[in-house]
């Protein structure tokens, strides 16, 4: 099973602030990760997909690198709205993994 | 509008059964996997299983192979998961989630999830 390891667990921000976050494979999955942003009591929506490809719909403050094993998330200027919990995806091996998420709090 | 509703979830003793649907609209629903994802309270994202677009493979983690069952009637727009032997730890929300293709893909939408809630 691939382990997505997310860092920080917890990113604390102010409106505007760039935000970067982490997810590391224990092995490689080529490009086939994706980006989740979730609130609370809310499904997850779908940002990015195959490391880099903004989903439909989602705003180009938003932006993913990296392949094989350490892909990052980054938000370049957090609005209001982007506070919440991101979680990374693998689709290479099943069991497909979701890493344990990192929380974007208001600083 | 792609739009995706789940139902079925309920209070259930341990050991028992229960069967979730996804009732689909706003797109191809034959044209695409479909998969459960669930979600324990306060916990992070377990993915259960994906069923192909035309319903000929399956694919399920170790966790849940042998105990729920995913499948799909095509001609009603309608995803299911069958769950036997349900244990506390499956108490969570579940969700029913599009993928982007044939047998595969991102989730690219996801319905607003049902509760399970396994408890005596």
């Known amino acids: 099973e691939i382990v997505l390891t997310q860092s920080p667990a917890t990113l604390s921000l102010s409106p505007g602030e760039r935000a970067a976050l982490s997810c590391r494979a224990s092995?490689?999955?080529?490009?086939?990760l994706a980006w989740y942003q979730q609130k609370p009591g809310q499904a997850p929506r779908l940002l990015i997909y195959?490391?880099?490809n903004r989903a439909t719909g989602i705003p180009a403050r938003f932006s993913g690198s990296g392949s094989g094993t350490d892909f990052t998330l980054t938000i370049s200027s957090l609005e209001p709205e982007d506070f919440a919990v991101y979680y990374c995806q693998q689709r290479t091996n099943s069991p497909l993994t979701f890493g344990g998420g990192t929380k974007v709090e208001i600083k | 509008e792609v739009q995706l509703l789940e139902s079925g979830g309920d209070l259930v003793q341990p050991e028992g059964s229960l069967r979730l649907s996804c009732a689909a609209s706003g797109f191809a629903f034959s044209n695409c996997a479909m998969s459960w994802v669930r979600q324990a309270p306060g916990k992070g994202l377990e993915w259960l299983s994906t069923i192909s677009g035309s319903g000929a493979r399956t694919w399920y983690p170790d966790s849940v192979k042998g105990r729920f069952t995913i499948s799909r009637d095509n001609s009603k727009n309608t995803l299911y998961l069958q769950m036997h032997s349900l244990r506390v730890e499956d108490t969570a929300v579940y969700f029913c989630?599009?993928?982007?293709?044939?047998?595969?893909?991102?989730?690219?939408?996801w319905g607003q999830g049902t509760l399970v809630t396994v408890s005596s």
């Open positions: 092995q490689s999955v080529s490009s086939y």
């Open positions: 195959d490391a880099s």
């Open positions: 989630a599009k993928r982007q293709w044939l047998e595969g893909g991102a989730f690219d939408y």
